[in-house]
T-cell receptor, first 113, second 112 residues
Framework: AQSVTQLGSHVSVSEGALVLLRCNYSSSVPPYLFWYVQYPNQGLQLLLKYTSAATLVKGINGFEAEFKKSETSFHLTKPSAHMSDAAEYFCASLPYNFNKFYFGSGTKLNVKP | EAQVTQNPRYLITVTGKKLTVTCSQN?????MSWYRQDPGLGLRQIYY???????DKGDVPEGYKVSRKEKRNFPLILESPSPNQTSLYFC???????????FGPGTRLTVL
C-alpha cells in the first residue's frame, strides 16, 4: 500500500529564513504528488503538484518542490519565509490509476518575527 | 463559481443522535470523497464515490454511511455518533481521470 511520510509535525523558522518541509512517499511506481496548505479555520488549498513532467515544480506564494525519484522525496521549499506562510502543510500522493489520495500527517509551520 | 459546499459548518451533538452532513459540488465531478482530519493524523479518507450509486470504503469507514443518488451530492451519515467521531470533516471532489481535487470548507463536529 502507498503511504506518505512528513518528517516533523512542527517546523519553526524566522521571517526571511529558508522554509524546508519534508515529504517522502512509498510506492514502487512514482505517483503524482501534491502539496496542500491549510490556513487556520480554512479548507485545503492546492500549492503545487508533480505530474511526471518537470521535476522542479513551482507553486503559488513562492513555494516550489523538487521530485527526487532516487530519494522518493518531494520536499517543499521557499527561499524566504513570510509571516503569512504560517499554516499547516500536507503532502499527498495519487497513484496513476487515479484511485485515491494518500495524505501525510501534516506539518505546522510557525514563522517567528 | 466552481465550489464544493458543506453544511453545517459547525455542529455540536450528543451521543447516539443521528446526523447528516451534506456535501454538494457544482462542477459535474465524478469522484467525491469524505475525509476526517485529526491532529497528528492528517487527513484520512472515510468513503469515496466514483460515480452515482458507486461508493467504496476508505481507510476509516466504521461508524459512517454514505450515499450517492445524484452526481452533485454526497451526504455523510452518522447513524449513532460517538465522541471518537469528534473531528473536522472535509468533502472533496474531482473529475474522473483528473488529479486536481477540490475541497469544501470543512465541518467541525463535536459529539458529547
Amino acid at each position: 500500500a502507498q503511504s506518505v511520510t512528513q518528517l516533523g509535525s512542527h517546523v519553526s523558522v524566522s521571517e526571511g529564513a529558508l522554509v524546508l518541509l519534508r515529504c517522502n512517499y512509498s510506492s514502487s511506481v512514482p505517483p503524482y504528488l501534491f502539496w496542500y496548505v491549510q490556513y487556520p479555520n480554512q479548507g485545503l488549498q492546492l500549492l503545487l503538484k508533480y505530474t511526471s513532467a518537470a521535476t522542479l515544480v513551482k507553486g503559488i506564494n513562492g513555494f516550489e518542490a523538487e521530485f527526487k525519484k532516487s530519494e522518493t522525496s518531494f520536499h517543499l521549499t521557499k527561499p524566504s519565509a513570510h509571516m503569512s506562510d504560517a499554516a499547516e502543510y500536507f503532502c499527498a500522493s495519487l497513484p496513476y490509476n487515479f484511485n485515491k489520495f494518500y495524505f501525510g500527517s501534516g506539518t505546522k509551520l510557525n514563522v517567528k518575527p | 463559481e466552481a465550489q464544493v459546499t458543506q453544511n453545517p459548518r459547525y455542529l455540536i451533538t450528543v451521543t447516539g443522535k443521528k446526523l447528516t452532513v451534506t456535501c454538494s459540488q457544482n462542477m459535474n465531478h465524478e469522484y467525491m470523497s469524505w475525509y476526517r482530519q485529526d491532529p497528528g493524523l492528517g487527513l484520512r479518507q472515510i468513503y469515496y464515490s466514483m460515480n452515482v450509486e458507486v461508493t467504496d470504503k476508505g481507510d476509516v469507514p466504521e461508524g459512517y454511511k454514505v450515499s450517492r443518488k445524484e452526481k452533485r451530492n454526497f451526504p455523510l451519515i452518522l447513524e449513532s455518533p460517538s465522541p471518537n467521531q469528534t473531528s473536522l470533516y472535509f468533502c472533496a471532489s474531482r473529475a474522473g481521470g483528473q488529479d486536481t481535487q477540490y475541497f469544501g470548507p470543512g465541518t467541525r463536529l463535536t459529539v458529547l
